[in-house]
């Protein structure tokens, strides 16, 4: 299981990204710009907890750290 944020500040794409705090990212959002998604398999889990709780955000996995659910 690994732990997974989401970055409350919108990318300039209109996503906002999903992190993986348990291996850690070079892209790894400020410490108050993190919200809290809880422990996952994968990414995938992280991501559609994230829609579930943000329905009409664009929520998209990090290129770097979740790359299995980076689509745009
Ligand atoms: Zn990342």
Known sequence: M??????KQQQN???FEV???TTGCSFMPQL???????FHDDCSGAVAKAK???PTL???G??????ACHTS
């Open 19 to 21: 992190h993986n705090a």
């Open 62 to 67: 990090c290129y770097y750290c979740c790359r």
């Open 13 to 15: 794409n209109g996503d």
């Open 52 to 54: 579930a709780a943000n």
């Open 32 to 38: 108050q710009n993190q919200v809290e998604l809880g």
């Open 2 to 7: 690994h732990r997974f944020i989401i970055n």
């Open 58 to 60: 664009r929520i998209n």
